[in-house]
Structures are given as structure tokens and as C-alpha cells.
């Protein structure tokens, strides 16, 4: 046996990094023999009981984040002597530079790390990339990484059907000889590609959207068509895997109501995530046509599909005061060339989205769908991107990395026709969307929560090009002149570039 | 005691309608004398315990809505003799042509009465009409039914502080010597003037959205600072009296996040409801700023103040998707002439709103604030209309009653650049807002769900003038020639009379 930092296997154990703890045990690869393991651990007066899972043959294995450095005792429980009662000490240190702990909300509709750095996804989805060959992967987690995307979503179960070419060759279960999935025999080697997949996001800094379930099947696979009890078997398995890795987020479904199952169905999926997941990582599902209620308690963020709500501005926020949640867009059709209307957007219309998901404080993510010679889409297989939204998107991330303070939030909601985000009396951004105008009359709205504008506040203009990537700072200061019920002007008037999309960012000093 | 006609004392009691029990028990005036008072009505399987109520000296009553025809028995029970055990039997006719029946949630996103006729409202709103003095009462009533109004929001507590001239006679409680007020001393006319208003509107046909709590109290009167507990007796009062009249509409108050409660004592307020009001009457809550979660399970529509939902296309649909409920826009902002922004539109403005919440599928209310010569305004006093929307909006009303269905939904939700809605293959209403195309090419959208056009349906065009309230019949028909994926076709083309607000309704023939 032996515990061991699982990314570093050379470097110590980290806060909010993976300790793994490997173990002989009785052969399991019949489900008959297979023992059952779990571990407590233990320091102060902190109690976390972590699921072990078993690895392929005789060999089991627990992984435990410690959510605190300092010193930690464990011991594990299992109905196999050999695996029973092995007990043991470490230190876990501090964490290293990279690693911010796991995203948890913020500030109601926004994301931070643990430590308190603050998350603003700007995500990608390549539903299938897992299932690809292995050149493949790495090529895709180079494009995510390279793009400046710090989330990916994806599925665990490969996708059969519509743009799919290529059949995996592996599998998460074994199956029977009558073709059905037996969920009691997982593939070792299967998982162990869906945590390389998680690892190397971890590595990157991106943030792994992993989706449970899915309805893309096609009547190929059947992996769709497993019962509940199936399922559970399922996720008791993959979260003993990952949940130790603080990337994770857990996204039940894409498009959970195609798979027309009961509400309630999911309902209970969400509640085994709340038992079973001993660090709470971030959960939600994902629609087609009907939402699922994001107000119930476990979900933690609305993952939605609609690009319309950000076809146009005002609309997207509505989300935000029905579920006081992030809201996470994680599809708002995507850059590419389908004959489907979802798949249809050029480069310019989706950056353009982007930038109004960002102005009704919300959050979208991106996808690719581009035929290419197989018939298939990036935003299935992966690999490099063709489209012109990818870098433009790397740069609005970094516009949001510069945001000092939670996230932007809309400043007077149902009232700002400028749709004016930030945080009052300190960041304003407000984007000029379709609109070209040559210059801007200095005026930023009063909101009626938070600190009010004051006349003699000082501001600094900066104006960013949201499509050709530049930022020109301090373009214009301002003092605000005249601060009325509900907006504050000043005498100032900054000539704006020619153009479509063009941002203001306005940055109080003093 | 008398067992009587509550609306018409010389006619049979019908199903729907109210029957009051009269009764005589010891002086109530002081609270330690008072005795309580239920009753069980039974008719066939059905037994529904029933609240009574003490209506001033030594006289009680209680009240029940029939909700089948058929042979009655009722028995009272109480902690006074004289009130204990009093039985009868009734018949309760079928209900008089005018008596559809209480109005319920129908198909979701819609409303119908107890009889299946379709309910569409078109709201106003009068917050303290009923504490005016009588003639002005009397005006508002006919001045709402005249305009075609078929819903009225208003307060049962009397309003204070701004736009708020007159102190009403009555208040809803005696006081105490120091001022407070005791909830265990009702005041019967008080109580007896809300009812008389239910009851002129449930003649009118009107709906009565009975606003029980709020802050509009401007440190006046005080009534916005009872206990919980208070709260709570008033409440159980005012059902006994009013849940048996059909048209109540519960609204636990306006702009509720003014008052500065733990939401969970919402909650609570709601749980009451569900347990003092034998009719399970619609229940809901108005926010200011703050939405409720309308997918609480007591909630049966959302009523929502936001006039940035229905100044675009398109974001009032969004709370559809997130409530799956009727969606009751009751405060859109006012046509008026205040210096606050609330207040300020135009007729043609908040007509366009109410045009705008149809084609998203929901429903909106009226509200007029002109500065009277007293600095108050119609949607504080009532009275005669001043505006030029009201006419209108009883035109809205006349086409929604013409819709053949349960109401109107989005065609093809989050795709539809045109903001059809209707009845797939049946009906459907586009409004062209302030576009004014010279000329229309028949086409329609093709929705996800519901029955799907085919090639050779046959459809009629009306074009309706929304401003003018004209509505040119049967001006084109068209058979659909080409039927794509997501729309369909037919090579005629519909001149359109000059001007905005022009809507088209277009349905089957063949």
C-alpha cells in the first residue's frame, strides 16, 4: 500500500490536491468476490468518510482532497480483511501556486476558488472528445488550453448517432451475452481515460463540466437506456473516481428531457451526488426544451440551453432573478456551418453573445460545428479549432480576470437600457453590442442596491474592441458633474472608434 | 339563523355561489367572550370543514361555496352551546349562465374557470380603492368593468405615505391605548367593505386579487409592522369571510422584499393559506426587486413586477420556462405622468407592453398614474379613467377571448424572430409592434412540439389595428405550399395598412 500525491506522485500531499491510497485486495474482478472499501479521514475535528472503488483485478484504491493543510490521520473499512483497518498519518501542505482550490458560488450569481480567487468561466464543450484516439485528445486539450477556455464540458459515456464517425474502443462496462450493459463489471481502463481527461484539465487550469448522463445514443451503444438502479451503481463508481479531483463539476445531463424520464428521477440523482460526493462539488443539469427547476436545493448553478437569451440584450437576466444562482449559458448555438439552426452562428454573432451574456451577468460557453471531411463537429470529437470565436472569447476572459470584485452584476436591472454591469461606484462595463456610435456622452446608471455615485467621483475611460482584441486604457477621466436619482453625467464627451462592438470600461480612481 | 343566497337572498343557493349561515352566539366584542365557529358541509363523499367567522355583537356567520349541485348537509360545531351542532340540508342548484365557476390554472402557462370556459386576463389595478369614500368606490367599479377589465389588484390594508390624501374612516382592527393595534378586535365594517367590494366585482364578472399585506404605510398607520402572529389572526379572519366568494385571488402582497421579512415567513403565510382556505383559491406574491421562487409548490401563478420584461420582445417568455406556471406581468409600469420613472408612460407604450406580454405568452396588468389636483393618482383612489389604454386593453381582451384554446403559447420558443404565438396548426397571433412592413409573406413558423403544419393547410389572415381596435377580417387566405423544418410557406403576399401596432391573426379553414 502506499499513499501518494496522485498528480505529482514525487511531491507531497497538497491542500485540495489528490491523495491516493492504493491497496491489494481479494480479486474482484467477478462482482461476487469484489470487496466493498471506504476510508475515514481525519484531522482536528474534521471527518470526511470517502468512498473507495475498485481498479481492476486485485487492486482497490481511495482518493481523498484534503479541504485543509496540516496533519491528517486515516483509516480504512472494508468487509475484506486485507483492506480492512489500514490506517495511517500525513501532512498535507499548503498549495502550491496553481492551485486555487475547488470553484465554489460567489456573490450569489458568481464562482470562487476556495482560497477566494474569483472564477469566471468562459467555457468550451466538446461533448465526445474522451472517446477519441489519444493523438486526438491531446490535440483538443491543447486547443481548450491554448484558447484561454477554463472549463470543458463533456461527456462520459460515448456518443453514438448524428456526426458521430468513429466508434471508441473502450467501454464502461463490460456486457452480457445478451448485448445489455453489466454495470457490476466497469472497465478499469475506461475510467482511467476519464480521469486522465479530468487530470490533464486540472493540469491546465480548466475547470472538467463532466455530464453523467446523455440522450445521444442513436440506438447504438444503449448506455441511454440503463434503468435507476443501473445508474446509481453507475455514478457510485465514477464519483468514488473523481470527485477528489477539485476540477470536477457535475453535470447530470445534456438535454435531460430527451431522455423523457421522470422529474422526480433526477431528482433522486441529485440527491445520491449530495450523499455520495464528500466535497460538494458544483452540480446541475442541462436542457433541451423544458428546464428543470435550478430553484431546488442541490442544484448549485442553472446550466441552460438557449440561445436565444442572449440573441438579444435583457434577456438572460431574467434567469438570474428566477433562480438567484449563477447562471451558466452552456449552450447558445454554436460558430460553425450545419444545416441545423444550432450550429449555424458565424465567429462575430457568437463573441457578440458572449459579450451580452457577460452584460446581463451571466456566463456561456462556447462550441464548434464545423462539418469537417467525416461528417462529424469539433464540438463532438475535438481536436484544433477552425472558427475566429475561440481567441476572441481567451480575451474576454481576460477582460473578466481584471473585474476586482465578485463579477459584474447589472447596476439598475429592468431599468438600464445600456445594460450597464459592474459594481457600483467602482467597474462599470458596458458594451455598445450593434450599435455604432462615434462618441460617448459621459453617464453611468444609478443603481438602487449597493453604493450610490457621488458628485466628484473620478473615472477612467478605457475602450476595448471586443472583435479585434484591443484595449485602449485611459482614454478619458471624468468627475462626475451632475448625480441625479438614477444616473450620474458628466461633461465629457470620448470619441469611440468605427465600428461594431465596442466596450467601455469606466474604473473609478478617485 | 338563516341559510341564504349570500349574492341574491331570494334565490336558490347555486353551485359556486355563496351560501352564508347566520347565526346568533354570545357577544363577541370582547375576545375572551367570544366563542369559535366551523361548520362541515357534506354532500355525497365530499366533507369540507368550513371557518366561521364573528361579525360583530352576538352575531356569527359562516360561509361556503358549494364547488358541486346536489343535496348539502351541514352541521356548525363550537365552543358555545348556542352555536354547537346546528344542522340543515340544502340544494344547490346548477350554476346561473353568468357563474363559470372560480378560475384555476389550465394547461399550464394559462387559466380557465371551474366550467372550462378559458379565462384571459387583462389586469388593472387600483391599490386603496376600497378606502375611498363611496361614490369614488362606486366609480372605480363601474369604471374597471366598463373598460373591460377582468381583474383588479388591490389592498385590503389601507394604504399611507406618498400620493396618499385621504384617511379612511375604518382600519381593520380597534386600537389600543397605546396606539398598537389588537388583531383580536376586528372591526366588522371595516371587513364588511372589503366583501362588498369582492362582491361588486364578482357581479362585473371582475377577478379580485386581494393584496394582504403591505408597505405602503409611510409610517402612517402601522399596519405593515404586525407581528407574525398578527399576521396571522387577521389572515385566518379574513378567509372565513372571503374564500367562499369565487373571484378571490390570494396575493400575499405588493412589493413583499419591501418589507424586509425573512422569506421563510412567506412561506409560512402560504402554508396557512393551504390550510385555512377550503378552495385551494390562487395564491401568489408581487415582488419589488427580490423575485419569490414561484416554483414553491403553494404558488399557483407568478405575479410579477418588471416592466423591462415587456419592453423588448422575448424576456417575458424566459419566466415561463423558469415557473412553468401562468405568468401575471401585474406591474409593467403605469401610463401617467409621474416624476418617477414607474409612472410615466404613454398610452401607446403600455399598450405595446400588454402586445408584447400576449406574443410571450403571458399575461399583464394595467395601472394609471396621472397626478390628480390632490397630488394622488388613479392607481392609488380609482375613479374615471383619464388614459387612452384602457379602451384598448378591453379590445386586447375581446381577442384573446376569440382564441379557440387554452390560451396562447409560443410557436417555436427561443427561435421564432417573429414572437409568434397560438395553437400549432390552429391559431396564430403575431404582432408586427413598431415594424410597420408594408406587406406580409404568409409564413409560419413550424413549432418543436404539438401538431405540425402540412403542405395545402388552409389559413385565413386578419389584420388587427391594436391602436385603433379594428380588426379587418378574413383579408387574404392562403394555402401553405412549401412546409421546411422550422417553418412554412405559401406564395401570397398581405398588404398592411399604414402605421405601427399592427397584428396578424391567422387561422385554419381547411
Same mark, same amino acid.
Given at each position: 500500500?502506499?499513499?501518494?500525491?496522485?498528480?505529482?506522485?514525487?511531491?507531497?500531499?497538497?491542500?485540495?490536491?489528490?491523495?491516493?491510497?492504493?491497496?491489494?485486495?481479494?480479486?474482484?474482478?467477478?462482482?461476487?468476490?469484489?470487496?466493498?472499501?471506504?476510508?475515514?479521514?481525519?484531522? &482536528?475535528?474534521?471527518?470526511?468518510?470517502?468512498?473507495?472503488?475498485?481498479?481492476?483485478?486485485?487492486?482497490?484504491?481511495?482518493?481523498?482532497?484534503?479541504?485543509?493543510?496540516?496533519? !491528517?490521520?486515516?483509516?480504512?473499512?472494508?468487509?475484506? %480483511?486485507?483492506?480492512?483497518?489500514?490506517?495511517?498519518?500525513?501532512?498535507?501542505?499548503?498549495?502550491?501556486?496553481?492551485?486555487?482550490?475547488?470553484?465554489?458560488?460567489?456573490?450569489?450569481?458568481?464562482?470562487?476558488?476556495?482560497?477566494?480567487?474569483?472564477?469566471?468561466?468562459?467555457?468550451?464543450?466538446?461533448?465526445?472528445?474522451?472517446?477519441?484516439?489519444?493523438?486526438?485528445?491531446?490535440?483538443?486539450?491543447?486547443?481548450?488550453?491554448?484558447?484561454?477556455?477554463?472549463?470543458?464540458?463533456?461527456?462520459?459515456?460515448?456518443?453514438?448517432?448524428?456526426?458521430?464517425?468513429?466508434?471508441?474502443?473502450?467501454?464502461?462496462?463490460?456486457?452480457?451475452?445478451?448485448?445489455?450493459?453489466?454495470?457490476?463489471?466497469?472497465?478499469?481502463?475506461?475510467?482511467?481515460?476519464?480521469?486522465?481527461?479530468?487530470?490533464?484539465?486540472?493540469?491546465?487550469?480548466?475547470?472538467?463540466?463532466?455530464?453523467?448522463?446523455?440522450?445521444?445514443?442513436?440506438?447504438?451503444?444503449?448506455?441511454?437506456?440503463?434503468?435507476?438502479?443501473?445508474?446509481?451503481?453507475?455514478?457510485?463508481?465514477?464519483? %468514488?473516481?473523481?470527485?477528489?479531483?477539485?476540477?470536477?463539476?457535475?453535470?447530470?445531463?445534456?438535454?435531460?428531457?430527451?431522455?423523457?424520464?421522470?422529474?422526480?428521477? #433526477?431528482?433522486?440523482?441529485?440527491?445520491?451526488?449530495?450523499?455520495?460526493?464528500?466535497?460538494?462539488?458544483?452540480?446541475?443539469?442541462?436542457?433541451?426544451?423544458?428546464?428543470?427547476?435550478?430553484?431546488?436545493?442541490?442544484?448549485?448553478?442553472?446550466?441552460?440551453?438557449?440561445?436565444?437569451?442572449?440573441?438579444?440584450?435583457?434577456?438572460?437576466?431574467?434567469?438570474?432573478?428566477?433562480?438567484?444562482?449563477?447562471?451558466?449559458?452552456?449552450?447558445?448555438?454554436?460558430?460553425?456551418?450545419?444545416?441545423?439552426? #444550432?450550429?449555424?452562428?458565424?465567429?462575430?454573432?457568437?463573441?457578440?453573445?458572449?459579450?451580452?451574456?457577460?452584460?446581463?451577468?451571466?456566463?456561456?460557453?462556447?462550441?464548434?460545428?464545423?462539418?469537417?471531411?467525416?461528417?462529424?463537429?469539433?464540438?463532438?470529437?475535438?481536436?484544433?479549432?477552425?472558427?475566429?470565436?475561440?481567441?476572441?472569447?481567451?480575451?474576454?476572459?481576460?477582460?473578466?480576470?481584471?473585474?476586482? &470584485?465578485?463579477?459584474?452584476?447589472?447596476?439598475?436591472?429592468?431599468?438600464?437600457?445600456?445594460?450597464?454591469?459592474?459594481?457600483?461606484?467602482?467597474?462599470?462595463?458596458?458594451?455598445?453590442?450593434?450599435?455604432?456610435?462615434?462618441?460617448?456622452?459621459?453617464?453611468?446608471?444609478?443603481?438602487?442596491?449597493?453604493?450610490?455615485?457621488?458628485?466628484?467621483?473620478?473615472?477612467?475611460?478605457?475602450?476595448?474592441?471586443? !472583435?479585434?482584441?484591443?484595449?485602449?486604457?485611459?482614454?478619458?477621466?471624468?468627475?462626475?458633474?451632475?448625480?441625479?436619482?438614477?444616473?450620474?453625467?458628466?461633461?465629457?464627451?470620448?470619441?469611440?472608434?468605427?465600428?461594431?462592438?465596442?466596450?467601455?470600461?469606466?474604473?473609478?480612481?478617485?
Amino acid at each position: 500500500m502506499t499513499l501518494r500525491n496522485d498528480l505529482h506522485p514525487d511531491a507531497p500531499i497538497e491542500r485540495w490536491g489528490v491523495a491516493e491510497l492504493e491497496l491489494d485486495g481479494p480479486d474482484g474482478t467477478e462482482p461476487t468476490t469484489r470487496a466493498h472499501l471506504s476510508a475515514v479521514f481525519e484531522s &482536528g475535528a474534521t471527518r470526511i468518510e470517502v468512498p473507495g472503488f475498485w481498479d481492476g483485478a486485485n487492486r482497490y484504491a481511495v482518493r481523498f482532497s484534503p479541504p485543509e493543510a496540516g496533519t !491528517w490521520s486515516y483509516r480504512t473499512a472494508s468487509d475484506a %480483511a486485507e483492506l480492512d483497518g489500514i490506517a495511517g498519518v500525513f501532512d498535507a501542505v499548503g498549495p502550491s501556486a496553481d492551485n486555487h482550490g475547488p470553484v465554489q458560488v460567489a456573490a450569489m450569481y458568481h464562482f470562487a476558488h476556495a482560497d477566494g480567487t474569483p472564477y469566471r468561466p468562459v467555457g468550451a464543450t466538446v461533448y465526445n472528445w474522451i472517446h477519441q484516439p489519444d493523438a486526438l485528445v491531446a490535440q483538443t486539450l491543447d486547443a481548450v488550453a491554448d484558447a484561454g477556455f477554463d472549463k470543458l464540458r463533456f461527456l462520459v459515456f460515448p456518443q453514438g448517432g448524428a456526426h458521430v464517425e468513429y466508434v471508441p474502443p473502450r467501454f464502461p462496462f463490460a456486457r452480457r451475452d445478451d448485448g445489455s450493459w453489466d454495470v457490476e463489471r466497469p472497465d478499469p481502463e475506461f475510467f482511467r481515460a476519464v480521469e486522465s481527461a479530468v487530470r490533464g484539465l486540472l493540469e491546465r487550469g480548466i475547470e472538467a463540466d463532466v455530464i453523467l448522463y446523455h440522450p445521444y445514443d442513436g440506438g447504438q451503444f444503449g448506455l441511454d437506456r440503463l434503468s435507476e438502479d443501473e445508474d446509481a451503481v453507475y455514478l457510485d463508481h465514477l464519483v %468514488a473516481r473523481l470527485a477528489a479531483y477539485r476540477n470536477v463539476w457535475w453535470s447530470l445531463a445534456n438535454e435531460y428531457d430527451q431522455l423523457e424520464r421522470p422529474e422526480e428521477r #433526477w431528482d433522486r440523482v441529485f440527491q445520491q451526488l449530495v450523499r455520495i460526493d464528500p466535497y460538494g462539488r458544483l452540480r446541475s443539469i442541462h436542457n433541451w426544451i423544458r428546464l428543470y427547476d435550478y430553484n431546488k436545493p442541490w442544484v448549485t448553478h442553472a446550466s441552460i440551453q438557449n440561445g436565444w437569451a442572449v440573441a438579444e440584450r435583457g434577456r438572460a437576466l431574467i434567469y438570474r432573478d428566477a433562480y438567484r444562482k449563477p447562471i451558466m449559458l452552456d449552450e447558445i448555438q454554436y460558430e460553425g456551418n450545419t444545416a441545423e439552426r #444550432w450550429g449555424d452562428l458565424t465567429a462575430r454573432q457568437l463573441v457578440h453573445r458572449f459579450w451580452l451574456a457577460t452584460c446581463d451577468g451571466t456566463y456561456a460557453s462556447h462550441g464548434e460545428s464545423f462539418l469537417d471531411e467525416n461528417g462529424s463537429l469539433h464540438i463532438v470529437v475535438g481536436g484544433a479549432f477552425r472558427g475566429e470565436s475561440p481567441g476572441r472569447l481567451g480575451f474576454l476572459r481576460r477582460i473578466l480576470d481584471e473585474v476586482d &470584485g465578485a463579477g459584474l452584476d447589472p447596476i439598475d436591472k429592468w431599468w438600464d437600457e445600456t445594460s450597464t454591469v459592474g459594481i457600483p461606484r467602482r467597474h462599470y462595463l458596458r458594451y455598445l453590442g450593434t450599435s455604432a456610435p462615434a462618441s460617448w456622452d459621459a453617464e453611468l446608471p444609478q443603481g438602487v442596491v449597493g453604493e450610490r455615485l457621488e458628485v466628484g467621483d473620478r473615472f477612467a475611460v478605457d475602450v476595448i474592441d471586443t !472583435w479585434n482584441m484591443t484595449v485602449a486604457e485611459n482614454v478619458a477621466e471624468f468627475a462626475l458633474a451632475e448625480v441625479h436619482r438614477n444616473f450620474a453625467t458628466a461633461p465629457v464627451t470620448v470619441p469611440l472608434p468605427e465600428g461594431e462592438a465596442i466596450a467601455l470600461r469606466i474604473r473609478r480612481i478617485g
